[in-house]
């Protein structure tokens, strides 16, 4: 099932449903994904390398929007073979920030503030936390991912943490390791995380709502190596929030597609109307160059060498990136590899129709 397809069918009546909760940024996202490898769209022009061939061809661009369930797989496995680079010999945890449903509405209303003051609370919290710890004691390196969704598509912001259970103190130049099921107590990090979130909405004036629970829930649990837990959170990272073969149904005016039960973890179905499906899909839609990713500490892109030096003192094989590049446009005469000698253009045969079109119209 394409999501181009839906699109266009349920496009009028999810503007004339949802016009007044839309930004620019949601009609954008559906404008590039629409369009995204269709025929009717922008095409690139593609020749043979052969020179007993020079086979051309006009091929759909992709959108690359980064909420476009198939495009930018190249760029996601990019990111999890850096991040995997960059492991280190110690335990690994995965904590997960929980916003309450009291303020969701809030952070929908307001998501660079909320977003943003997101990032900056878990990250004092965590370098708090890890150089106060008796058996750490140093600087902490994590790496921080917001996700909205949940399961069901839902709005539900939150913030996934993959943090090895180490820290370095630079001062001393020692590397210290923790090991446990815990890595610090989650009733402790919710707390603190609560306290400070709320002080920086108050502080960007923000009005907090006045039933804004006492108790909120921070998930902190042993993720191995990290690796599985890296794969987990780079899923949705630039791919969208649903696979297109997940889309099991569209049929009067209705959209069937499927989930995996969080606990259970058995395959479900939720079936809801069409123009509210992409109401879910644009409640996702992230402000204009807001990073979704951010890594801090030890483990930041400025902080390479370190790493290298953390891995060759610790006897660390490091994880190589296979580096691999795109993927070859292969010739449909010949087989060969295809260069590309031009983008963004039309397709000869769609430029032909609208010629044909505005003559008739004259």
Known sequence: MRLSIIINEFKESFLRAYKQNLLPSHIKALESMVRCRQEHGPHMVA?????QCLERVYIPHSCGHRNCPHCQNYE??????????????CQYYLITF???????DLAWKHQQAVYTQMFESVQALLKTFTSNDKKLGGSAGFTAILHTHSRTLDYHPHIHVIMPGASITLETRLWNKKFGKYLFCHKALATVFRAKLLQSLVENKLSVPYDCPKQWVVDCKDAGNGEK???????????????EKDILHNQNGMITFRYRHAKSGENRTRTVKGEYFL??????????????ARSYGFLHAGSKKLIRILQLVLRVKPWRCNNKPRPAIVCPSCGADMTILATMVSHPQILYQRTNQETLSM
């Not at 020749?47 to 020179?51: A, K, N, P, Q, V």
């Not at 109401?279 to 979704?292: A, D, Q």
């Open 98 to 104: 929980t916003l309450p449903s009291q303020l969701r």
């Open 229 to 243: 837990a890296l794969i987990y959170l780079g899923r949705y990272l630039y791919r969208g929030v649903i696979r």
């Open 279 to 292: 109401y879910l899909l644009m409640l996702h839609v992230l402000p204009r160059r807001f990073r979704r």
């Open 76 to 89: 996601s496995q990019q990111w999890l073979e850096s991040q995997l680079e960059k492991r280190l010999p």
């Open 47 to 51: 020749c043979c390398t052969d020179h």
